[in-house]
């Protein structure tokens, strides 16, 4: 008797839930509940998927989430998700299923008991592995590129900047090595923040507008390539300014949702390349023949100048928003050495950039021209990036469930009530 | 916190102040409690200031659930009056944030060669120099308000700064 094994990726912005074996998860939801102004109660989010046809108002919504900084504190709140999901979405009864669950690493066991209960004895899952989301990527990647040093040597260096924090873990063998691994404490929630933060005190108080923040940050904020160049040029009025952007605020009636007001030219920072120089000639005659939007005065609108490229610079040097943590690339060198010295070369061969918070555009340049003075000569740096970076955990799942002996590997429901929570987890990671 | 209350003379009005600038008030230092705040501030969930009173009791903690701040809002249309041990059920009820419960399970004193929540931070950064951006346009600042240590760029800046959120936070 095959069960159909879940695979459900629980990160603290979006939780990735479907069938083991699929490609794609199923479902993609928000992992909280949320409150919009039109309702007294909170409600579950829609799912992602049905992006075009949501007309809820998500204006001031008030969040609640069951995931703080990473982990799970609020088991209640998370076994409602959960319910919501099983039931309505996913459509399976726990009971005939295994479930197989991401968690960060280096949880502490308060959490992890809190887990455990809440997966054998509310929903009754018939067994449970659990993972950490950095070896699933590993896995995945492997199988995607069967020839590469990756899947050669079985190690990789699996940098993942998700909704809470930013981690630097090896990977070997498909186990963490959790001696080495280095944390950030910044992640997509800690951005949309900052960005909230700098747009409340420079145009409009948007401190409430977590869904609208997060759409504008996801469309409008990039990596500077050079910083004190993009700097001077976000200073410059209108012609010159090549980085300047509008986002348009919904004002529920004509529409719900906010925009960005030019999408082309949002993208012009694209053309300012590594070099040392302004924007070329060759952009000034675009901007002249477009059409020059004047500003709507119905309509609520923020201009985004520097606030684009210095919220995601605060990944690279934390020291900017007064963190006493070390930026990007130090912490990738700080985990790499502290591996073994066989291994350190084939990490940095093989360095995997996974979560939603390395969709920003030029992270990955960014990232090789500042690492690269850190690492020593005679080692190559490569680093891979995912093709969906945000589906890449689950996807990894689901690889690892297709797996002929995951049955084998799994925690049955009998054993955990006979032996406990901790003797349990000992068999996924040591 | 009882002392501080007593040698100030603590008006019956009772004033409202951001919970994560009250965290911040009891260390004396106000560049340091403003810098502190504005990095837990970068936590939350919901943008919305947690209101709490400054005369409350020592019972309701100050990381309270969002719960709180809401319902707070809607007191003003009468709802009913929370009474003290209610009050005390509810902070009892809301779940720990992470922060407390890495407190309780004392990492510390676990042995070294164990990797851990604390362990895994990665530490300082190897230059300790900063930059520092302007805090009304963003581009690089070179000078500080005298009085609340905040950063600008230019005159322009600083006087935007003056009229608008000079001691914004210092009570």
Known sequence: MSNNIVVLDNGGGLIKAGQGGECDPLVVIPNCLFKPLSSKKFIFPPPLSHGADVDIDLTSAAVRRPIDRG????????????????????????????????????????????????????????????????????????????????????????????????????????????????????????????????????????MDQTFLMDDAKEKLCFVSLHLHRDLNLARERRNGNVIKSTYVLPDGVTHTKGYVKDPQSAMNFLTLGLSDEGPNTLLDTKLDNVERKKADMNKNEIDLTNERFLVPETLFQPADLGMNQAGLAECIVRAVSSCHSYLQPVLYQSIILTGGSTLFPQLKERLERELRPLVPDHFDVKIITQEDPILGVWRGGSVLASSPDFESMCVTKAEYEELGSARCRRRFFH | MEEEMANRRVSSRTRKVASKMAAALTSNDNRTQA?????????????????????????????????????????????????????????????????????????????????????????????????????????????????????????????????????????
């Open chain 1, 71 to 206: 982990y799970l504190i609020n088991p209640d709140l998370q076994r409602d998700i959960w319910s919501h999901l099983f039931t309505s979405l996913l459509r399976i009864t726990p009971t005939s299923s295994s479930l197989l669950l991401t968690e960060p690493p280096l949880s502490i066991p308060s959490v992890q008991r809190a887990t455990d209960e809440l997966v054998f004895e509310d929903f009754g899952f018939s067994s449970l592995y659990l993972a950490n989301p950095q070896s699933l990527v590993h896995l995945y990647e492997a199988s995607r590129r069967p020839g590469s040093i990756l899947s050669r040597t079985q190690c990789s260096l699996v940098v993942d900047c998700g909704f809470s924090f930013t981690h630097a873990v090896p990977v070997l063998h498909n186990f963490t090595l959790n001696h080495a691994i280095k944390r950030i404490d910044l992640g997509g929630k800690a951005f949309t923040n900052y960005l909230k933060e700098l747009v409340s005190y420079r145009s409009i108080n948007v």
């Open chain 2, 35 to 171: 810098a502190i705040a504005r990095l837990e501030a970068l936590e939350n969930d919901n943008g919305a200031v947690e209101v709490v009173d400054l005369n409350d009791d020592e019972e309701t903690s100050l990381d309270e659930d969002d719960d709180l701040g809401y319902v707070q809002k809607k007191q003003y249309k009468g709802s009913k009056r929370k009474t003290r041990q209610a009050k005390a059920l509810e902070a009892r009820k809301a779940p720990k944030s992470f922060t407390e419960l890495l407190q309780e399970t004392n990492l510390e004193s676990s042995p070294s060669h164990l990797p851990s929540y604390l362990k895994a931070a990665v530490g300082p950064p190897s230059s300790s120099s900063r930059r520092h951006f302007c805090s009304v346009c963003g581009y690089i600042a070179g000078y500080n308000c005298c009085l609340c240590g905040m950063r600008f760029c230019c005159i322009r800046c600083q006087n935007i700064h003056k009229d608008t959120r000079c001691q914004k936070f210092v009570a």
